[in-house]
């Protein structure tokens, strides 16, 4: 087949009639995996992606930018509950992996065994570990060295180690990674791998066309068997100048944890089982800090360069642009001076906490709702203890237990652990979550979940979910390796090879 092309809205007139064997809603993750295998295996493949295509040179540094241009809903997306947690989502060529911090870890096997267990998954660790090989390969997985980790890393890999703690640098998606540390700004270097380097380009070498702008609305399905997609072509006010019919043997929905459950809400789909939208997971994460006298200067290194694991919670080192923290911590009046003293990391919660996506209407942001459960509350305070932990083994003077108004600096460990007592309410933590995960959750049995092991949805034939929002459960780790993985698996398996 001859190669495809990468379109932007100006190439498609208002009207057009695309012809593919499939249509793929979504170019992050789960689509770009999708994309590449079925294009590989000689099917005509058009992706459609409502965000913009973006070359490292056409990207500004700066937050404000990043938001408007390169998040799902301009990145306001807030969950509500008794703690509200702001969201984060990708939307680009390229999906979240566009502005994601390139950590690849494995699904643990106990969470693939469990998903065997209680939902009849035939993905267990045996099945996914050669998918895992696969796409570490492609996008050139590679553990990180002491030289791009930088100080922000290598203090807390100094206080992991004397503690005896399970740690070590982080594996990534970035070859030519320099340490900027700007990873959710885009990388301007075009040192990541995001999908947009590697998985799309070998797609459209083998044919498949990727059409960036351009907003799937309806999912056509004529006899209870999906036909097709009639998508919204944008312009750079997210405006819709017309309409474009994709005619398809079948359509995979990649549009991410909350993207594919809208989708299906708004054309009434595939909710016999009332679980389109529900289960939603986003692996809530808590940022805390530490002064040091020591020089940290957070903001150079690689954006997160060194974990410590804990029992379903990992800590991971965070860098940030300088006004991150320059307007988060009480640093007093000599802010600017003390802010290269600052380290900072985070730690994420597989999350036993669940919500639901709505969607609210055309032009409206969704609505969605989330409340933590009790575990949860109870593994951000160990988290947040083991945090203090580390910077004041590594020597810190002074930590920030939690990053908010409510709880104190702490000049010594002993004043930490009291600020961060067993009965800490919840609506004291600070969530942030950019994992969002099962709102269209597999199942064997139709009435647990929305889509069969294979993908393909319970209700409409040649329907299928290839993106996160299939996971059953959390998963732990952060995703993009097991939803890239998945995504490969379930578009091999469509072609019938296996995998
Ligand atoms: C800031 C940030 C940092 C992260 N860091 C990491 C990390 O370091 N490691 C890691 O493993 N994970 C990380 N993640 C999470 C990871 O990137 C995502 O879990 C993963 O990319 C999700 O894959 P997906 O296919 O489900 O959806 P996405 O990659 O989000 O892709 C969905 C795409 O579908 C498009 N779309 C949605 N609806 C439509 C529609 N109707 N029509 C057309 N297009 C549509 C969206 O614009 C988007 O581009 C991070 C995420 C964020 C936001
Ligand atoms: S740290 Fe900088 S160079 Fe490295 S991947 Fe992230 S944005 Fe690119």
Redesign the pocket.
């Known amino acids: 087949m001859l190669p495809g092309r990468l379109h932007s809205a100006a190439d498609l007139k208002p009207g057009t009639r695309i012809k593919a064997d499939v249509a793929v809603?979504?170019?992050?993750?789960?689509?770009a995996a999708v994309a590449a295998e079925l294009a590989k295996n000689g099917l005509k493949v058009a992706v459609?992606?409502?965000?913009r295509s973006f070359a490292p040179s056409d990207l500004v540094t700066r937050p404000s930018w990043a938001y408007r241009h390169l998040?799902?809903g301009r990145s306001v997306l807030v969950a509500r509950g008794e703690v509200l947690i702001p969201l984060?989502?990708?939307?680009?060529?390229?999906?979240?992996?566009f502005?994601?911090?390139?950590?690849?870890?494995r699904a643990p096997d106990r969470v693939l065994r469990e998903w065997e267990r209680d939902f009849g998954s035939p993905w267990t660790p045996d099945r996914m570990a050669p998918l895992f090989d696969e796409v570490e390969r492609a996008l050139d997985v590679q553990k990180i060295g002491p030289e791009i980790a930088r100080h922000n890393s290598l203090v807390f890999k100094r206080g992991a180690e004397k503690l005896g703690l399970d740690g070590d640098f982080i594996s990534r998606n970035a070859p030519g990674c320099v340490g900027c540390g700007v990873?959710?700004l885009g990388c301007p270097i075009g040192g990541k791998g995001s999908v947009d380097k590697n998985l799309l380009p070998a797609a459209i070498e083998n044919g498949a066309d990727v059409y960036s702008e351009?907003?799937?609305?309806d999912v056509r399905v004529e006899h209870g068997v999906a036909k097709g997609v009639t998508?919204e072509v944008l312009d750079r006010d997210d405006q819709a100048t017309g309409l474009v019919e994709i005619e398809a043997e079948r359509v995979f929905l990649?549009?991410?944890?909350?993207?594919?459950p809208?989708?299906l809400q708004r054309n009434r789909l595939c909710n016999g089982s009332g679980q389109v939208g529900e289960n939603l997971h986003v692996h809530p994460g808590q940022a805390a800090a530490a002064l040091f006298d020591e020089e940290i200067r957070y903001w150079d290194g690689v954006t997160?360069g060194y974990y410590v694991h804990l029992e379903d919670a990992i800590l991971e080192t965070f860098t940030g642009t300088p006004e991150l923290f320059w307007a988060a911590l009480p640093l007093g009046q000599m802010n600017l001076r003390r802010l290269k003293h600052v380290a900072s990391a985070g730690c994420m919660i597989r999350d036993r906490g669940r919500g639901r996506v709505r969607w609210q209407g055309e032009g409206s942001l969704p609505a969605i709702t989330y409340e933590m459960d009790e575990s949860d509350r109870a593994l951000f305070i160990a988290g947040a203890r083991a945090m203090a932990r580390v910077w004041f083994a590594a020597g810190a003077h002074t930590s920030y237990p939690l990053l908010n108004a409510t709880v104190d600096p702490a000049r010594s460990l002993d004043e930490a652990l009291r600020q961060l007592p067993d009965d800490l309410p919840a609506r004291r933590l600070n969530p942030y979550g950019?994992?969002?995960?099962s709102t269209c959750r597999m199942s064997a049995d139709p009435r647990k979940g929305v889509c069969k092991p294979t993908g393909e949805t319970h209700e409409v034939e040649n329907l299928y979910v290839a993106?996160?929002?299939l996971f059953p459960t959390a998963l732990g780790v952060?995703?993009?390796?097991t939803?890239l993985a998945l995504?490969t698996g379930i578009a091999r398996e469509m072609v019938g090879k296996g995998a």
Not at 99 to 105: E, G
């Open positions: 809603v979504g170019s992050g993750a789960g689509g459609l992606e409502e965000g998040y799902a984060a989502a990708g939307r680009a060529v390229g999906g979240s992996t502005v994601n911090s390139a950590i690849c870890f990873c959710q351009v907003r799937a609305r998508a990649c549009g991410g944890a909350f993207g594919t809208q989708l997160q950019s994992h969002p995960q993106d996160g929002s952060n995703p993009q390796i939803i995504a």
